[in-house]
């Protein structure tokens, strides 16, 4: 199991076994260099932990522990965890600031206990379903392809929500036999049985009364702290800088906390419309950092087979593809790096929320009777035109504006949209989910925020789903891939919490999202930074479709093995519109086509031998 994970901990491998219980882990030394080795016990052996992440408030938790009479035999943050488990058991991961999954066994009580960090940085996965074995876990999916007896049959609810979110969201996995601990979560096993634990979730106890600019002060402040902490390291230290607001600014801030040119690296790309490189050198040379740029002409085939390889389950968040060309540049030069991730979830940067409270606004001004009746009759009758111009492409507004809340923001999240969805997924696939439906389970999550209002709602909803099963992810494999670790400053707890009490008008205001952060930022980066439009990692999968990927697609997904998920006819029109130039269906294209990788690799005898003998020359190149 160790042994599939290498590339996550290539310096260092160990493992502990006595009586039931047996841990195993790879290492990439961060702290404590020569003596944070795990397996790591306490004085008597009694407690052994396995962990990944970093802790970032270790110091001030050792001396309080250190007072307590507790002896360290390393200076890892590690230990620290072993010795607050003695100290408080299953409380331990609310003390702790940082990013983490780790496992911990009591030789004494005979009882082992897992935890994932808040916002869900770090992934863990278990099993309690194999036979012979109480419960497995690991890092990463793969792993428990080394398990003797592991079933591989698929969850079809996995496949229907993949679809629909181009992720898995949490708790599920593709296999039927595997979960996911929830972020902020903790599971312990004992005689007793299995118990899991909800520790924390994001407050979102609104302030009206905050004062503005005594909140912009603290959040500052705490910024400084939060970006401050994540440079810890005894090994070379870099900024991820996109040249957006929120790398920016974790660029800016590094640069007044370090003693040494700050290390910064960006990726641009040759097609000149998807290229934002020259923000980041704009602000590469007003802080002077020692800049690392790649321009990118992608080469597909060697990314597809990192991406299948890497991300175990479906995953379609096409920017996955950039975000490895930057994790494998930015490894050449650093071993850890702090990224921008986080802000548009707790700041209402995301240019959908803007939209979702003006629709919002505009739906409550409409009599129900109206909504329900001639506004979702328009919706449904009204022709989807991707060709026009978008002014005339009214079917998404009419949707939105026939639903609630979730039901609208459900639609502007989703892979499929308009009844793509019900269209595409096959009988066989549909009988198999009895019902199930993966709009129904998003829906249900507005309503356990509902005394919210409607921005906190959209955050509390996305920093639940979308944030851990899509973004994390993405990083962290992309990262991970290549042994970098990646640090997330504004996804500290402290820096949630502070944004969850935040009144909306804070962070939507003018027609800007994040307006408080960008507001505090105006001293350190140019409007030209600030306040231009949110671009993000974009691939150009259309044209893709109608030129490069054209034959790998119909290869892989046009193939009668793919019926078992979808139908091949309606794809096959959905194909004959794109090729004529009439539709774009890139976006739900990409999630066929990486569903259809994943197949290759994982479904049959020769793992990825279709893709190989199908992928085009001019592709691998």
């Avoid at 040119?261 to 490189?277: L, R, W, Y």
């Avoid at 939209?355 to 328009?378: I, M, Q, Y």
Wanted: glycine share 8%.
């Amino acid at each position: 199991m160790c042994e599939l994970i290498r590339h996550r901990g290539p310096d260092g491998f160990g493992y502990f076994q006595e009586g039931p219980a047996a841990l195993g882990h790879r290492r990439l030394s961060i702290i404590d260099v020569s003596g944070g080795g795990q397996p790591l016990g306490n004085e008597d052996g009694s407690i052994q932990i396995v962990f990944n992440g970093e802790i970032y408030n270790y110091l001030e938790l050792r001396g309080d522990l250190i007072k307590k009479g507790h002896q360290f035999q390393t200076h890892s943050d590690t230990e620290v965890i072993v010795h607050l488990y003695e100290e408080v058991g299953e409380k331990t991961p609310e003390y702790l600031n940082g990013m983490f999954a780790f496992a911990i066994w009591d030789t004494r009580k005979q009882e082992l206990f897992l935890a994932r960090d808040r916002f869900g940085k770090k992934p863990l996965y278990y099993s309690t379903g194999l036979d012979g074995f109480r419960i497995c876990f690991a890092s990463e999916l793969k792993c428990f392809s080394a398990l003797p007896g592991f079933d591989r049959r698929l969850d079809p609810q996995s496949i229907a929500d993949f679809l629909r979110f181009s992720y898995i969201p949490d708790p599920a996995t593709i296999f039927r036999q595997v979960r996911k601990l929830p972020p902020a979560h903790s599971l312990t096993l004992s005689n007793d049985g299995t118990r899991i634990r909800r520790y924390w979730q994001l407050p979102f106890e609104i302030d009206e009364g905050m004062n503005y600019g005594k909140a912009q002060e603290e959040l500052a402040a705490l910024a400084e702290d939060c970006v401050e902490r994540r440079m810890m390291s005894e090994v070379p230290l870099g900024g991820f800088l996109s040249g957006g607001v929120d790398s920016s600014a974790v660029v800016a801030m590094m640069v007044g906390r370090s003693e040494r040119q700050v290390k910064s690296f960006s990726i641009g790309f040759s097609a000149k419309e998807m290229d934002e490189s020259r923000y980041a050198r704009l602000v590469a040379e007003r802080y002077g950092t020692e800049h690392h740029e790649q321009i990118v002409t992608f080469d597909i085939e060697e990314m597809l087979h990192v991406l299948v390889e890497h991300y175990d389950e479906p995953f379609a968040d096409s920017s996955a593809i950039p975000t490895l060309y930057l994790s494998k540049m930015t490894r050449q030069h650093v071993t850890v790096a702090l990224s921008g991730d986080g802000a548009d979830e707790l700041l209402g940067g995301y240019r959908r929320y803007r939209f979702a409270l003006a629709e919002d606004r505009f739906r409550t001004a409409l009599p129900g009777w109206f909504r329900n009746s001639v506004v979702k009759t328009a919706a449904r009758w009204y022709p989807k035109l991707d060709a026009f111009p978008r002014p005339l492409r009214a079917k998404a507004t009419l949707e939105g504006l026939s639903q609630e809340l979730g039901g609208a923001y459900f639609e502007a999240m989703t892979g499929f949209r308009f009844g793509l969805y019900e269209r595409t997924i096959s009988p066989a696939l549909q009988a198999e989910l009895g019902g199930y439906s993966p709009a129904e389970n998003y829906i249900n999550r507005f309503r356990a925020f509902s005394h919210l209002p409607p921005l906190q709602q959209l955050e509390a909803v996305d920093v639940e789903t979308y944030l851990p099963g899509d973004i994390l992810v993405k990083v962290d494999r992309a990262s991970m891939a290549y042994s970098l670790e990646a640090r997330c400053p504004w996804l500290d707890y402290r820096f949630g919490e502070l944004a969850g009490r935040m009144p909306t008008s804070f962070k939507i205001r003018d027609g800007e999202g994040k307006y408080i952060f960008k507001d505090l930022l105006r001293r350190r980066l140019p409007d030209e930074i600030l306040f231009r439009p949110k671009q993000g990692f974009a691939v150009p999968l259309d044209s893709w479709f109608r030129t490069t990927l054209r034959p790998v697609f119909e290869a892989l997904v046009l193939r009668p093995r793919m019926e078992q998920w979808i139908n091949l006819a309606f794809v096959r029109q959905m194909w004959g519109l794109h090729q004529s130039g009439r539709s774009n269906y890139g976006r739900e294209f990409w999630s066929l086509f990486i569903l259809a990788c994943w197949e290759d690799r994982y479904g049959n005898d020769t793992p990825g031998q279709l893709l190989a003998e199908s992928m085009p020359v001019a592709a691998r190149q």
